[in-house]
Nanobody, 115 residues
């Protein structure tokens, strides 16, 4: 059964960094898109970054210049390097793989930024 597993979340101080990882298992094909989303209680899940290929990545405006998404189509994995974190980045972060036949979501990993 196909599944995604995130890791790398945690609690950090403002200005610090974290690197999230997401790896797929139970799938034999590379996704068309690998993406990160985040959600805070009471709000809709929002797009953070998307990896289409090394030449085509997209970011939500508030993370541009601070977050970097990278992907490994051989390993079926996606990463999110998050620098200069602020309390507004506090959320549960989810990875999502998009295939022609459907999407797969990870279970989420908590990121907390607080002094």
């Amino acid at each position: 059964q196909a599944r995604l597993e995130e890791s790398g979340g945690g609690s950090v101080l403002p200005g610090e960094s974290l690197r999230l990882s997401c790896a797929a298992s139970g799938v034999n094909f590379s996704p068309q898109v690998m993406a990160w989303y985040r959600q805070v209680p009471g709000k809709q899940r929002e797009f953070v970054a998307g990896f289409y290929n090394r030449a085509n990545v997209k970011y939500e405006d508030s993370v541009k210049g601070r977050f970097t998404i990278s992907g490994d189509n051989v390993k079926n994995a996606v990463y999110l390097q998050m620098n200069s974190l602020t309390p507004e980045d506090t959320a549960v972060y989810y990875c999502k793989f998009i295939y022609p036949y459907g999407d797969i979501w990870g279970q989420g990993t908590q990121v907390t930024v607080s002094s």
